[in-house]
């Protein structure tokens, strides 16, 4: 039996605990720190994603065997190595990159000029930092119009910025790097060409040689129906995606995950977990937005319930460099989230408000993203409060049943987007 620790506390560790907590190998499961929604499957664990020393003596303690790292921030400041580095911790499989791998996502900068050096298709761009503000206006003024603006370093899921106008763009940029909106994770900027198609998420669990594909993603990231207003973390995935041909998938392989993978390994970066590719498929061809060095949110709750195979054997296959080797079982249904907002999230929010009606649903799963548990009352804890996941033999089936789902729960000032998975249904 295999002793499991999750780090993370949003929709996407849920997931990984629903999904982790069926296993035949399952030992003991905990999650730090967990959710309402993690306790259902585990055991929750008051430390912090952040703090190490921790982690590493909760790991000696009690057994773990496995540890899965859900969000970025700890990759980023380099948990994998600190528990690599630690000698009572030489048997604990680690999935989750080195800070050196983490760089992947940590900084946009380092990920455009890996894409570069390893002829991996992506939009043309360059990096500035505060005192280039001259040089950055006048490769701003170079570009058609709209033009993408993105934070380096990390900004929650909200650090890029699409403009339509080169004055929207000269402001925003202003903001980015003179005024540092985002704080150190915009004291460099990527100014990069746009890119017009529909964007694509796809995931692969990979030892740093071999990769093992999970299904496909669609993720839903303005905050308004018709992907209009602010970014946000995510306000809905489908899985699978109807244009995500075997034709396209090929080229996907071919030109994006093998490279990355090669790249990976010629310049001498180990790497042990999921990788996300943020893809834009133009007239047929995949560009790469962007890498994240673990699952997507709320990717990952559209894209664990397809799967039928163990995650825990998935992974243990990748631990123990064994993937060619395994076959993966994947659901043909089709899934679909719809995340349960705060009202005024992205920007202000109040939290705190009572949740009613999940006890009502009966044909969904509900991932708990932002919620905390209070003398057994569930109140709203975050912007991102809920992922309803519905499974259906169709995605109009799906999406009939998710929305009927979402429809039974109620907090003051609720909302979600009414358009996710609609606009890949057949006219």
């Known amino acids: 039996m295999v002793n499991v620790l999750i780090i993370g506390s949003g929709g996407r560790e849920h997931a990984l605990a629903w999904k982790i907590a ?81 760089l992947l996502e940590s900084s946009k900068d380092f990920a455009k000029s890996f894409m570069m050096r390893n002829h991996i298709p992506t939009a043309q ?10 040089v950055a206006l006048q490769y701003l003024k170079s570009l058609d119009p709209p033009y993408v603006l993105k934070a380096d370093g990390l900004a929650a899921g909200k650090g890029v910025v699409i403009c339509s106008t080169l004055a929207e763009a000269t402001q925003e940029l202003e903001k980015m790097l003179l005024w540092e909106r985002f704080g150190q994770a915009s004291q460099k900027v990527v100014i990069e060409e746009f890119l017009n198609g529909i964007e694509l998420s796809v995931f692969v669990v ?47 392989e071919q030109r994006v995950i093998q490279p990355t993978i090669e790249g990976l390994n010629r310049e001498k970066i180990p790497y042990l977990g999921f990788i ?45 460099h064994q993937l060619s080797d395994f076959h993966l079982e994947i659901s043909s249904q089709t899934a679909i989230t719809v995340m349960l907002a705060s009202g005024g999230y992205p920007s202000e929010y109040k939290t705190h408000l009572p949740i009613e009606g999940i006890e009502n649903l009966s044909n969904a799963l509900v991932f708990h993203a932002g919620t905390i548990l209070e003398h057994e009352k569930l109140y709203t804890a975050g912007g991102r409060v809920l992922a309803i996941t519905a499974m259906g033999n169709s995605l109009e089936e799906a999406v009939q049943i998710a929305y009927q789902e979402a429809n039974k ?18 006219l």
Not at 24 to 50: D, E, K, W
Not at 89 to 94: A, D, K, R, V
Not at 125 to 134: I, L, M
Not at 409 to 426: A, S, V
């Open 206 to 252: 990979s030892d740093g040689k071999e990769y093992c594909m999970l299904p496909e993603a669609k993720d839903y990231k303005r905050i308004a129906e018709g992907d209009t207003g602010p970014n946000t973390g995510g306000m809905g995935a489908v899985s699978p995606v109807s244009f995500a041909t075997p034709e396209f998938m090929k080229k996907v």
């Open 276 to 320: 996300f590719f943020g893809l834009m498929n133009v007239k047929g061809d995949p560009y790469v937005v962007e890498y994240n060095v673990r699952l997507g949110d709320p990717e990952a709750e559209v894209i664990l319930p397809r799967l039928h195979s163990d995650l825990i054997e998935l992974l243990l296959a990748a631990a123990h």
């Open 409 to 426: 729960i109620f907090f003051p000032n609720i909302f979600f987007r009414k358009d996710i998975g609609k606009d890949l249904l057949p």
């Open 22 to 102: 069926q296993s035949s190998m399952i030992g003991s499961l905990y999650i730090a720190p967990g959710n309402p929604g993690t306790s259902l499957c585990g055991i929750n664990v008051p430390i912090l994603a952040t703090d190490f020393k921790s982690i590493a003596n909760f790991i000696v303690e009690n057994s773990v065997d496995l540890i899965v790292i859900g969000p970025e921030a700890p990759l980023a400041g380099g948990i994998t190595d600190f528990l690599q580095s630690d000698s009572r911790l030489q048997q604990l499989l680690i999935i989750g990159p080195s800070r050196k791998g983490a």
């Open 125 to 134: 761009y360059k990096t500035f930092q505060k005192d280039e503000w001259n």
